[in-house]
C-alpha cells in the first residue's frame, strides 16, 4: 500500500477536539498519545506485517522491535505489548508460529516489558506484530511535527534495508551481509531515544516503509517548514548499494518516489542509486531526530556512546516550503 491509498482510507476517520488526545491522526505521527492526568499519559500504536526474512524466531524479532520503535520515536517507555498474529493453519507447522512470538517476546524482554495477550487468526500468509502500551509526561511528547527552522536532522540507523531484504528473498547477498540485516532490524531504538532525551530534541519520528524522504519530508509538513538532505551524508546499509546496482528493489521504493519525489529539487548530481536509497521503504528503521544545531555535536556523542548504529546528520529544516536534496 502506497502512501496515497493510506491517505484516502484515512480520510474517512472523524477527527476529535478531546483536548486529553494530545496527538492524533492530524500529522500522521508515530502514535496516538492520551492524556490520563497531569503526570501521565499513554502512548498507543500497533503494527505488522509479513515476513521479509525466513527465519521464523528473527522475523519476530523483527516485527517486535519496529512495534516498539513507535514507543520511542515518541518519547516514552513501553508498558506491555499484545500480539498478533497470522498464520496459514494447515501449511505451516504450529511450531513456526510459537517460533514467531518467540523471537517477539525476546525483544520485548530486551525492552523490558512482556507479551501479555494477543489474537491470533488462520491466515493466507504469516502475519506478525504487536500492539504497545507506553507512558510518557504529558509535557515530553515528542511530535515529528514540531521542529524548527535550522535544525539539524539526525539518523540512528543505516538505510537500504528494502532492497537487501529483497535481495534476500532472492538469495542475492552473503549469509554475512543477510545477518547484518537482521540484526540491524532487530536492534531496539531505545538508546538512541535515551540519548535525545538527555540532550533535548526538538522532534522526532521512526523512519519506516515511507522511507528517509517520506518520513522527513512529513517532519517538515507538520512544521510548516522546507527540508534540505545530504544524499552523501546517509549511513547505507551493507549490501543495499550492491542491490540496487544490479536492479533489486521492492516495489514500495518506486511507489515512495512517485508519491514524495515529485515534490523534491533534486541536485543534478544526486544520481539514481541514491535516489533509491532515499525512496527505500525501511523495516524497523532508525530514528529521525530534529535537534537545534548548537546541540548537534553532544547528541551525536551522546549517540555513540549507547551504541547506536549511526549517528549521521543527514539533512536540515528550511525556512519556506522547498524540499531539496543536495
Known amino acids: ?79 506491555s ?7 496459514p493453519v494447515g501449511k505451516l507447522d504450529v511450531s513456526v508460529g510459537a517460533r514467531i512470538l518467540e523471537g517477539g517476546a525476546a525483544v520485548c524482554a530486551e525492552a523490558g516489558i512482556q ?86 530534541i526538538t522532534a522526532a519520528t521512526d523512519v519506516t516503509g515511507f522511507s528517509l524522504l517520506g518520513h522527513a519530508i512529513e517532519m517538515a509538513d507538520g512544521a510548516g517548514l522546507g527540508l534540505e538532505l545530504w544524499s552523501n551524508a546517509m549511513p547505507v546499509l551493507d549490501g543495499a548499494t550492491a542491490a540496487l546496482v544490479e536492479g ?17 529539487d533534486w541536485d543534478s548530481s544526486v544520481d539514481a542509486i541514491q535516489r533509491q536509497l532515499m525512496g527505500d521503504p525501511q523495516t524497523s528503521g532508525g530514528l529521525l531526530l530534529a535537534v537545534s544545531a548548537d546541540r548537534r555535536d553532544a547528541l551525536i556523542d551522546a549517540l555513540k556512546a549507547r551504541g547506536a548504529l549511526a549517528a549521521a546528520p543527514v539533512g536540515v529544516l528550511t525556512a519556506g516550503k522547498e524540499i531539496r536534496v543536495r
Open 248 to 264: 533489486i528493489a521492492p516495489g514500495a521504493t518506486r511507489r515512495n518516489l512517485a508519491h514524495f519525489g515529485a515534490r523534491v
Open 81 to 87: 505489548a499484545l500480539a498478533i498474529l497470522g498464520l
Open 115 to 200: 507479551v501479555v495477550g494477543g489474537h491470533s487468526i488462520d491466515d493466507a500468509e504469516p502475519k506478525f506484530g504487536l500492539s504497545v502500551t507506553g507512558t510518557v509526561h504529558p509535557e515530553r511528547v515528542w511530535r515529528n511535527s514540531t521542529g524548527q527552522a535550522g535544525d539539524i536532522l539526525v539518523l540512528t540507523k543505516p538505510i537500504g534495508s528494502g532492497a537487501v531484504t529483497t535481495a534476500i528473498k532472492k538469495d542475492r547477498v552473503s549469509p554475512s551481509v543477510a545477518a547484518r540485516a537482521v540484526e540491524t532490524m532487530a536492534m531496539l531504538n531505545r538508546g538512541a531515544a535515551e540519548a535525545a532525551a538527555e540532550v533535548g
Open 1 to 79: 500500500m502506497g502512501p496515497e491509498d493510506l491517505e484516502q482510507i484515512v480520510r474517512v476517520l472523524p477527527r476529535t477536539a478531546d483536548p486529553n488526545i494530545l496527538v492524533g491522526l492530524e500529522t500522521g505521527d508515530d502514535g496516538a498519545v492520551v492524556r490520563l492526568s497531569a503526570e501521565i499519559a499513554v502512548i498507543q500504536t500497533l503494527d505488522f506485517f509479513m515476513p521479509i526474512v525466513d527465519d521464523p524466531y528473527d522475523f519476530g524479532r523483527i516485527a517486535a522491535a519496529n512495534s516498539l520503535s513507535d514507543v520511542y520515536a515518541m518519547g516514552g517507555t513501553p508498558l
